[in-house]
């Protein structure tokens, strides 16, 4: 029994063959979330990275088409200037051509440094463009914040299933627990009863001995001689041993008397005995209880740790709550009249 005892301590310490409380569907659960969360995490990345590269595309687009622009009217205002100093000095006809503004020069006075004709039409360009930037920055904000929503309550759900799965193999390793512990105590108290059933059998044979042995002696023809003749010319206590027949009648009582004694002893000894062995039993109960109490300590301790950190997770969950409604509340914000106050204030 101590063998098989030792090798099943042996087998339950040894954590590569012991395979209680082990869910493998959970775990297969578990990398399988991982790899599409993974996968997840790689598309978006893709995703992000080609709504970039659009963006930057379109950004180049545009400011090539404003440079062009600029270059093209840039070569029409020196065609004209190249003109006007081909004709000869203060040669003008009576009779001119409508002044067209667009057509003159600086020196007609009919444009001014600094002053802007496209800016009409510049100003819708680029409030055309403003407002395409700020419905794209709006959906881009509305898909990370649906996006940030979805990615919170998947977490949620992992925190949920961790916090299940830990539960349930606490509760069968103290389940285990509990049961090793019961069939300790049971190993014990057999082995309790199985000494006291063998000091009980070793004293009837004793007894049993000791009545034979008895018995032997009183029938036993030379031990039972008559003690008539016990003195001798010696004097008394003084035996002969061809007169002695025995001993005497208060010799035999003092036997007995002694006899009574040293069961008396034997007696005691095994009460002795008897009250170690209910102390053993006494002692393991008792480290048992002790064993039990500090096993309930530690998981109310886990249990606190765990609404502790619930509490984290709850403040957190409320913090980032609050930055994504400032953050919404900021970006629906107007453009002031301050945005365009710099445009058209140079002609270069």
């Known amino acids: 029994m101590r063998a098989r005892n030792e090798a099943r301590r042996e087998r339950f310490l040894n954590a590569r063959q012991r395979s209680i409380g082990v869910d493998v569907q959970s775990l297969d659960q578990q990398v399988a979330e991982n790899a599409s969360k993974k996968a997840e995490v790689s598309a978006d990345d893709r995703e992000y990275h080609e709504r970039m590269t659009f963006i930057a595309q379109l950004v180049e687009q545009r400011e090539a088409q404003d440079s062009a622009l600029k270059k093209a009217e840039m070569m029409q205002l020196r065609g004209v200037w190249d003109a006007q100093k081909a004709q000869p000095k203060n040669e003008m006809g009576k009779m001119s051509a409508p002044v067209i503004a667009d057509q003159c020069g600086l020196a007609s006075v009919q444009k001014f440094d600094g002053e802007d004709r496209s800016r009409a039409t510049r100003t819708a360009l680029q409030k055309a463009q403003m407002r395409s930037w700020t419905m794209q920055q709006t959906a881009e904000k509305s898909a990370r914040e649906a996006e940030a929503v979805i990615e919170d309550a998947r977490y949620a759900e992992y925190l949920k299933t961790v916090q299940e799965a830990r539960d349930v193999l606490e509760s069968e390793e103290a389940d285990e627990r509990r049961r090793q512990t019961t069939l300790m105590k049971d190993d014990n108290k057999a082995l309790a009863y199985e000494r006291m059933m063998k000091l ?99 998981k109310q301790f886990q249990r606190s740790m765990m609404a502790e950190h619930s509490a984290v997770l709850e403040q957190q969950k409320l913090e980032q709550r609050a930055m994504r409604a400032s953050e919404k509340t900021e970006s629906r914000g107007h453009i002031g009249p301050g945005l365009m106050d710099g445009f058209g204030c140079s002609w270069r």
Do not use: C, W
């Open 200 to 298: 009980q059998d070793a004293k009837q044979q004793r007894a049993l001995a000791d009545a034979k042995e008895l018995a032997v002696m009183d029938a036993d023809p030379m031990l039972s001689e008559n003690t008539a003749m016990m003195t001798s010319a010696l004097g008394e206590q003084r035996i002969r041993g061809d007169h002695f027949k025995g001993f005497s009648k208060a010799q035999i009582q003092q036997i007995y008397l002694d006899n009574e004694d040293v069961l008396r002893e034997k007696a005691v000894r095994q009460a002795a005995e008897l009250s170690d062995s209910a102390n053993f039993v006494a002692q393991h109960e008792e480290l048992r209880k002790l064993v039990e109490e500090s096993e309930y300590q530690q």
